[in-house]
């Protein structure tokens, strides 16, 4: 039985984005590589206010070593989309996120997610991207702390 649709209850950390016009596909809704931009975007986002740092200016980098989307309605133009982030799992060198995208009145049609992302940041030297940093750095786990699930 697949996991139940994901409510905008489960996620502590919340940003909105704007649809744009060159986002949607020739169906009408949002293009499948657009959720992928929104989700990597909105996690770095998060990164970097939590480090007030750029991130690519760091000594060990996440690097994307899984991503993927389930998705449950559309999204489309030119509504705003909420994504709401957590942290499912903090490991010795890896982090794995779920972002919600959601789309619509919180009470209404749009208490549940639209689609749902996984992301998997795996922390690596950034002068040596092939060599994994064990453990990450310890402002990284204090700044992803917070959104871990309860």
């Known amino acids: 039985m697949p996991a139940p649709r994901p409510t905008r209850d ?8 704007t649809t744009r016009w060159a986002d949607i596909d020739v169906y009408g809704h949002m293009n499948n590589a657009r959720y992928f931009e ?10 970097a206010e939590a480090l ?5 200016d760091l000594p060990a980098i996440g690097v994307v070593a ?12 030119p509504e705003p ?13 890896s982090v ?21 992302g996984r992301f998997v940041h795996v922390y690596v030297d950034n002068t040596d991207p092939a060599r994994p940093v064990t453990p990450m750095p310890a402002e990284v786990r204090a700044a992803i702390q917070p959104l871990l699930r309860s």
């Open 10 to 17: 489960e996620y502590p950390h919340w940003e909105r984005v």
């Open 38 to 47: 929104l989700i990597d975007t909105v996690v770095n986002n998060h990164l």
């Open 52 to 56: 007030g740092t750029d991130v690519r």
């Open 66 to 77: 899984e991503v993927g989307c389930r998705y449950f309605a559309e999204i489309g133009y």
């Open 81 to 93: 989309v909420d994504l709401g982030v957590v942290v499912d799992k903090i490991g010795t060198s």
């Open 96 to 116: 794995v996120y779920r972002v919600g995208l959601f789309q619509g009145d919180p009470e209404g049609s749009g208490a549940e997610a639209a689609a749902e």
